[in-house]
């Protein structure tokens, strides 16, 4: 990394002791040609913390996960990161400042190997680097050994050890997606934004996915969930966000969320 | 002044051909979202089409019509059995690209093996002029100039109004959309590529009679230009190349007058890169839709 | 007969280099270039035009820009340097504004429009007829011209091996498993912090650089250039050389690289002239544009496709030789 990424990463990640906000949204408005996706957000994640979003479809869920990782800049307000404006921010510099997003749909390196896949989000990479590479391969072997080891690591916590050297593009569906998840996790992120983790992977390694899921909440991660599946969220979440049309219409614990009629209304018109 | 007025003439008749190419082109993208860099020697295969129809001595209009459907065949079966299976299959948009590239050389040397490497022209009945205020004008060249405009008003029509335009509108802006409110996109993609190609052919014709001779590089040679009209208007808005063409089209004449007659294609270009540097979507597109933010496969 | 050969030699050898710049661009990193010969032309101008000497020397029956007389090989590698400094400045325009499609296009007018404005600026690189006359580099240490010939050849081989082993060097590293990524999938690149642009500034710079190397190194052969030798089609039989031997592998791109240029050159001497003149130039680049489209239907890999890099697992014991997850022997790419 160069000197001004480096000091900027330090700041992001210095303590803030104080319970403030890791990762905030104010007043985010996002138009699409004449309609407003996301229509006045206001959010605040803590660190440490499960935090779901969950709406009908339309409601503006992935357009704001899009506004917070940097994917796309909203059209008013600011997101902040542990009190600084990153709203301008790319996403690769967000990803070096510790946030880190999976997709909806795959987004695998499909013609990457599995371990390739986890290597390539290893942050701060040597090996990457021109001039490193132009003094030969002693400059980054230990770091890539070092990195390669991590993978393994997270290979055999999933389960997926046998599938190291297979080509991404070539595994199904739920597999692809528990990849996305390590490679997300190989980037040792403090903020990990997920959008619909569950789409399109079957019950039974949906469960697995949700275990994981779990245990990384456990482990101090602020993760941000977006979903369509209500039960899952309850489980994992402690604290719902409920969106349609752009607002975020209820934002407490599941139980309450559950019971609150703009909530009900909101599902059965959406 | 006389040189500007007459260049501004010529760039006139120019827009009204490029403004008939620009909008085809930009069609096929907007529906397909895929770059047919064939375009331009699809034209030239419609002139061939209609030297061919002429050497048999058919009156001009017959020609002209024959270049046309020649464009609508061409662009058809080029989507249905070389387009549409490798986006089916999956091909990023870069190797689409290189498909249409090899496709253009492959039209277009066919093109070269079948006429030759020679110039060609149509037999036409002698043609006269016509002045307005210091401009002058060939009665063909009035036929040219009507023929885009009357084009250029049924394409509003057909956009705005009809059905089937509303239908192209809705894929191009969201192709799974428009399926999900149940518009058969295969179908419209399908029938806005027969209209595109058939604007193809009609400019490919307009664009031999308004030179003296043609080869088989002709049509090439002109979708340096119809890319610029289509990139100043905003690529995949229809109005937008329509203004681009007449933009560009005096715009150009009107250098070439003052420096060199070949720099057309440098201006166009020159034009290109000002539009890349200060606003990629152009005119009328949307702001954010070039980048890679935005970058959707192709639809077919 | 032996000039026939050689010549044959130092065209696979600059096809070859230069086939491994696209490759880098194309097949390792997903950019189009198709203005990839203009870099070239770039290169054999760059390197002819420090050959020739200033302009006058001559009689002046040529006109061009910055002549000197700069001796064997700085006039090569400043073809490097140029063309890699005019990749520099269109990267910089194009690369990170526009999406694929929309940069395709621009490079394809950058290509056309390449050869007009040099056609068209006689003074400039002396217009369509193009430079001739050059200087061949180190012939004074040759007594004949079979011996200088087959020198040049050694010199071109020697040079694409370190050529190789430069990109040997990327291609096996993080670094070049990042550019592949950046080829996959972008925006997943970009949300694991890869700085995409500058990524993809670094593919296009060292591919343009190589670009024009290859084309100092066949200037100084064939001792002459004009806008003939490098119009934009050119590109695709590079392209179709780079798809058919095998995108990402340099190995099957070298293949590739022979296969495709030379073949069709050559392969056609041999048949007698038929058909009115052109045709079978004409019948030349239909075969290249159907070759191009087979192979990208039915084998898209290409004949040798990218090597896979395979890690062994990490060995339970505690005693084993290697440390745990050290990569298996990388298989040359």
């Avoid at chain 1, 595994?171 to 997300?184: D, K, N, T, W």
């Avoid at chain 1, 402690?238 to 349609?244: D, K, L, N, P, T």
């Avoid at chain 3, 058919?244 to 190995?251: D, E, I, R």
Wanted: proline share 4%; aromatic share 8%.
């Amino acid at each position: 990394m160069n000197a001004g990424l480096q000091s900027t990463a330090a700041a992001l990640l210095g303590a803030a002791q104080d319970g403030s906000s890791v990762l905030e949204a104010r007043a985010i408005v996002r138009s699409f040609g004449g309609v407003n996706a996301v229509d006045g957000v206001d959010l605040q994640i803590h660190p440490a913390t499960v935090t779901g979003i969950i709406g009908p479809n339309g409601a503006g869920k992935s357009t704001l996960l899009h506004v917070l990782a940097g994917s796309i800049h909203p059209s008013s307000g600011t997101v902040l990161m542990r009190g600084r404006d990153i709203t301008r921010l790319s996403s690769h510099r967000r990803a070096h400042s510790g946030l880190i997003r999976t997709y909806q749909i795959s987004s695998e390196f499909r013609r990457l190997t599995v371990l390739e896949n986890l290597l390539v989000a290893a942050t701060d990479q040597r090996g990457e680097q021109f001039r490193v590479l132009l003094l030969g391969k002693r400059w980054w072997r230990r770091q890539e050994e070092a990195n390669v080891a991590r993978a393994w690591d997270l290979l055999a916590r999933f389960g997926l050890v046998d599938l190291a050297n297979e080509y991404a593009g070539e595994l199904s569906g739920g597999q692809r997606r528990l990849v996305e998840i390590m490679r997300a996790l190989m980037a040792e992120p403090k903020i990990l934004l997920l959008d619909e983790p569950m789409a399109g992977v079957n019950p039974t390694m949906a469960r697995t996915v949700e275990g994981h899921l779990r245990e990384l909440g456990q482990e101090g991660i602020a993760m941000v969930i977006v979903e369509h599946e209500l039960a899952v969220l309850g489980r994992l979440c402690e604290r719902v966000v409920v969106m349609a049309s752009g607002k975020v219409i209820a934002d407490g614990p599941m139980a309450e969320v559950r019971a609150r009629q703009e909530v009900i209304d909101a599902y059965v018109i959406g | 002044m006389h040189t500007l007025l007459l260049s501004i003439g010529f760039g006139l008749v120019t827009a009204s051909i490029l403004a008939i190419a620009a909008v085809g082109f930009t069609l096929q993208f907007g529906v397909s979202n895929m770059l047919n860099l064939a375009y331009g020697d699809v034209m030239t295969a419609s002139a061939f089409a209609g030297y061919l129809v002429n050497k048999a001595g058919a009156p001009l209009a017959v020609c002209v019509l024959a270049a046309a459907a020649a464009g609508a065949v061409i662009s058809v079966l080029l989507h249905r059995y070389i387009y549409r299976p490798f986006v089916r299959r999956g091909t990023r948009l870069f190797g689409l690209v290189v498909v249409a590239l090899s496709v253009a050389v492959i039209i277009q040397n066919a093109l070269l093996a079948g006429f030759g490497a020679t110039f060609f022209s149509y037999q036409l009945s002698p043609d006269h002029a016509v002045n307005f205020a210091d401009m002058s004008f060939t009665v063909r060249q009035l036929i040219i100039m009507g023929i885009a405009v009357a084009v250029m008003l049924a394409i509003n029509t057909l956009l705005r109004r009809s059905r089937l335009g509303k239908a192209m509108r809705a894929t191009s802006g969201n192709a799974t959309l428009a399926r999900a409110c149940g518009i058969n996109t295969s179908r419209v993609i399908d029938t806005a590529w027969l209209i595109a190609g058939a604007l193809c052919g009609l400019a490919g014709v307009l664009l031999v009679l308004n030179t003296s001779s043609f080869q088989s590089t002709t049509g090439n040679d002109f979708l340096v230009l119809t890319i610029a009209a289509a990139m100043l208007g905003g690529v995949g808005q229809a109005y937008g190349a329509m203004i681009g063409a007449v933009a560009l089209g005096v715009i150009t004449e009107v250098a070439a007058a003052y420096t060199r007659s070949s720099f057309k294609e440098v201006i166009a270009f020159v034009v290109l890169v000002a539009i890349v540097l200060i606003r990629p979507q152009g005119l009328f597109g949307p702001p954010g839709s070039t980048t890679t933010v935005t970058e959707k496969e192709a639809v077919a | 007969m032996s000039l026939y050969i050689t010549t044959l030699l130092v065209y696979v050898g600059v096809d070859v280099m230069a086939c491994w710049g696209l490759n880098l661009q194309f097949g390792i990193t997903g950019i189009n270039n198709f203005a990839f010969i203009v870099f070239q032309a770039a290169g054999a101008y760059t390197a002819a035009v420090l050959s020739l000497g200033p302009q006058s020397g001559n009689g002046g029956f040529q006109q061009y820009l910055f002549g000197a007389s700069l001796p064997f090989p700085i006039p090569i590698l400043m073809g490097g340097v140029i063309a890699g400094v005019l990749s520099l400045l269109i990267g910089l325009i194009t690369l990170h504004r526009l999406r694929s499609d929309y940069q395709a296009m621009v490079m394809l007018v950058i290509a056309v429009i390449g050869t007009i404005v040099v056609e068209n600026l006689g003074s400039f690189l002396n217009g369509s007829a193009g430079l001739a006359l050059i200087p061949q580099p180190f012939v004074n240490n040759f007594s004949s011209p079979v011996d200088y010939q087959w020198a040049f050849v050694a010199f071109t081989a020697v040079a694409c091996l370190v050529v190789y082993f430069f990109l040997h060097r990327i291609t096996s590293s993080p670094l070049g498993r990042a550019l592949r990524a950046v080829r996959d999938h972008e925006f997943a690149a970009a949300a694991l912090g890869k700085d995409v642009a500058r990524l993809r500034m670094f593919s296009f710079v060292v591919g343009g650089v190589l670009a024009g190397l290859s084309g100092g190194i066949l200037v100084s052969f064939i001792t002459a250039w004009s806008p003939g030798s490098w119009l934009y089609v050119e590109t695709l039989v590079l392209l179709t050389a780079v798809i058919v031997g095998g995108t990402g592998n340099n190995f099957g791109v070298m293949l590739g690289a022979l296969l495709v240029p030379v073949v069709f050159n050559e392969v056609t001497r041999y048949l007698p002239q038929f058909g009115r003149p052109g045709l079978i130039d004409a019948l030349q680049w239909i075969m290249i544009g159907s070759l191009a489209l087979l192979f990208l239907w039915f084998r898209p890999q290409g004949i040798v496709p990218e090597r896979r890099r395979r890690f062994r697992a990490p060995d339970a014991a505690p005693e084993a030789k290697l440390p745990p997850g050290t990569p298996a022997a990388a298989e040359p790419q």
